[in-house]
């Protein structure tokens, strides 16, 4: 495949070396266009394509669900994870004294949204990660509870990159009675998932990662078999069955659907759609022997350097990110790069690396180069 082609449709490669998918992805060119002609539209037109407007809107709803397997009717458009996550949260019937599992340390977006329950009664288990950022069953048994009635994970690690065994995890939950819900905006658009496999029962990820779309706009998805149990937290005229109906008919969808209160953020949902074609053109399985492969080489230079890479190797806990312990300070590292243009995430004291299928060999080596400098400087001072 010719990723050449590919990264010319990322400015952002004209003038920086990119490897920071895994915080806010620099927008690709189609994206840019999408939601700049959908403006453009609105600016000439006002709302005359409304009707087009809703064909488009379904596309990328079906697009969303064949990225996931799942089905249209499953998916709802959020703004972002963390209104995924917490509309779960609230809108499930809890009962006082039952539990959420919840896989820490993770990003606060995964956690807070179950922490918010205990007004409500809710106990919070806290399931530690290993070394590594790894979770099991196992370490989920640990943590479990009479009452527990859901585990949330998320997908990878953002810190280590460890990505979670989802087959297993659902497997284990399906034993145990228990719903999972996954946070997957660190590996939907990277590594390949299909949720009716995984047993995956909600799952929520904004798109401004490795799906490449604008900050935003991102998605929710909810089992048809057990939307019964989340209810809406918020409910506005577009939760309702035959929506376009202006009469007074309150009537929830049965579906995802329900989760949309009012108008929707179109910009954002056809820039998601515009990056959701791109990510379709390569393949999502094609993407991930990509991006590993780069972080082949970025691990390969680390040694090297006798640097530790801290992101498990093992073939089935890798994902796009790579991390690694630093000469000295990771945030004077960080810094350091950033100043040659070189553009990375400290987290945890370590430098985290995400690249994504149009980053190349000359990323790989500017990268290096930056990192030898740092070296030089390093031991120049000493």
Known sequence: MDFAAFREQFPVSREFTFLNHAATAATPQPVVEAVAGFLAECAARGSLDYGRWLARLAKVRRQAAELIGASAEEIAFVPNTSAGLAT????????????????????????????????????????????????SPADVAKALVPGARLLAVSSVDYVTGFAADLPALGEYCREQGLLLCVDAIQSLGVLPLNVKRCGIHLLAAGGHKWLLGPMGSGLLYVDYNIADLVEPPLVGWKSMVDEENFDLHYELKRDAGKFEPGTLNLPGIFGLGAALDLLQSVGVDNIRQRVLSLNDRFAEGLRERSMEVVSPRGETERSGILSFRPPGDALGCYRFLAERRIVVSPRGGMIRLSPHFWNDECDVNAFFNGLDALGATAGKAD
């Not at 609230?90 to 919840?102: C, H, N, T, Y």
């Not at 106990?123 to 290993?130: A, I, S």
Request: hydrophobic share 45%; net charge positive; proline share 10%.
């Open 88 to 135: 779960v949260a609230e809108g499930l019937r809890w009962r006082p004294g039952e539990a959420v599992l919840v896989a820490v340390p993770d990003f606060p977006a995964n956690v807070y949204p179950w922490q918010h329950l205990v007004r409500k009664g809710v106990t919070v288990r806290f399931v530690e990660r290993r070394p590594g950022g790894r979770i």
